[in-house]
């Protein structure tokens, strides 16, 4: 009996050794129960059963059902080790079109200051809020023809993720604030890239997506920090409507109006050009 466990005990080890030399080498610190049958060749419940020895090792954390992520040697026998977050998104959308949005794009694109704790991802699926290990995934739906703007950003040398671009990582955020810290966290992180943002490109894409608020907010903020010419911005207005609304829609309404961009100005232009300096 004794020689039949060790004979076991090494085959499994042997197993695990290969599974995770394959994802080592594929740069895969993320995968899935169906990677491991791939790999291994075991049957799914051989599988599940390798996984779950080697969870309880420390070898590897479950995120949630079928979901593993690789805890780094240096960590111990860690069972809560979430991975990078990003990527734990990238599977948690299946082989739904995504990109990761709002507050998560804007600290990829390095136009925040403090950590973000939630990931925002933005897909054309249905797919539910979930909390994983401490941290929290939300799900944006978005349908099928306001699905535009997005590039690749490497996570490591082998696995990257989808981002939206820094245009329509601002169009998101002046399109649902509440995902973002609000107008003026979004602001600051416009002014800390505009050296880099395509002005034109910032219009077209609130054009396509054709918000009244989100264009109205859009142009102000161009306008306050003097980003675009007045003739761009006198073509932009155009197409808004008599419809007020406010600049911010998580204050309360109240401050003067603006009727160049039909906007509520209930947060101050000297409190928004003050955020580029903090």
């Given at each position: 009996?004794?020689?039949?466990?060790n004979?076991?005990l090494r085959t499994?080890?042997?197993?695990?050794?290969k599974?995770?030399?394959?994802?080592?080498d594929?740069?895969?610190?993320t995968?899935?129960?169906a990677d491991?049958?791939?790999?291994?060749?075991?049957?799914p419940?051989?599988?599940?059963?390798l996984l779950?020895k080697?969870?309880?090792r420390?070898?590897?954390?479950?995120?949630?059902r079928g979901?593993?992520?690789?805890?780094?040697?240096?960590l111990?026998?860690s069972?809560?080790?979430?991975?990078?977050p990003y990527?734990v998104?990238?599977?948690?959308?299946?082989?739904?079109p995504y990109?990761?949005s709002h507050?998560?794009a804007?600290?990829?694109?390095?136009m925040v200051t403090q950590?973000?704790?939630?990931?925002?991802v933005?897909?054309?699926?249905?797919?539910?809020?979930q909390?994983?290990n401490?941290?929290?995934f939300?799900f944006?739906r978005?349908?099928?023809?306001?699905f535009?703007?997005?590039?690749k950003?490497?996570?490591t040398?082998?696995?990257s993720i989808e981002?939206?671009?820094l245009?329509?990582t601002?169009?998101d955020?002046?399109?649902?604030?509440?995902?973002?810290?609000?107008?003026?966290?979004i602001?600051?992180?416009l002014w800390?890239?505009?050296?880099?943002?395509?002005?034109?490109?910032?219009?077209?894409?609130?054009?396509?997506l054709n918000?009244g608020s989100v264009?109205?907010?859009v142009?102000?903020l161009l306008?306050?920090?003097g980003?675009?010419?007045?003739?761009?911005?006198q073509?932009f207005?155009k197409?808004?409507?008599a419809t007020y609304?406010p600049?911010?829609p998580l204050?309360?309404r109240?401050?003067p109006?603006r009727?160049?961009?039909?906007l509520?100005?209930?947060?101050?232009p000297?409190?928004?050009?003050?955020?580029?300096?903090?």
């Amino acid at each position: 009996m004794s020689i039949q466990y060790n004979s076991n005990l090494r085959t499994s080890r042997s197993q695990m050794a290969k599974l995770l030399m394959a994802l080592y080498d594929s740069g895969q610190t993320t995968f899935t129960h169906a990677d491991a049958v791939r790999i291994t060749g075991l049957k799914p419940a051989l599988a599940s059963s390798l996984l779950h020895k080697a969870t309880r090792r420390g070898l590897v954390s479950s995120l949630k059902r079928g979901l593993f992520v690789i805890v780094p040697p240096e960590l111990g026998t860690s069972i809560e080790y979430s991975g990078n977050p990003y990527l734990v998104a990238r599977y948690l959308v299946s082989s739904a079109p995504y990109y990761l949005s709002h507050a998560s794009a804007m600290e990829l694109h390095r136009m925040v200051t403090q950590p973000q704790f939630v990931v925002y991802v933005s897909s054309t699926k249905h797919i539910l809020n979930q909390k994983l290990n401490g941290t929290q995934f939300r799900f944006v739906r978005l349908k099928h023809t306001d699905f535009f703007g997005t590039m690749k950003h490497w996570v490591t040398k082998q696995e990257s993720i989808e981002i939206s671009d820094l245009e329509r990582t601002i169009i998101d955020g002046l399109r649902q604030p509440e995902y973002c810290g609000g107008v003026t966290d979004i602001a600051k992180g416009l002014w800390m890239r505009c050296a880099d943002m395509n002005v034109q490109k910032l219009l077209d894409d609130a054009t396509r997506l054709n918000i009244g608020s989100v264009k109205r907010r859009v142009g102000y903020l161009l306008e306050l920090f003097g980003l675009a010419p007045e003739q761009q911005l006198q073509a932009f207005r155009k197409s808004l409507t008599a419809t007020y609304v406010p600049l911010d829609p998580l204050l309360p309404r109240e401050g003067p109006h603006r009727a160049k961009w039909r906007l509520q100005i209930n947060v101050s232009p000297e409190e928004i050009l003050a955020a580029r300096s903090s």
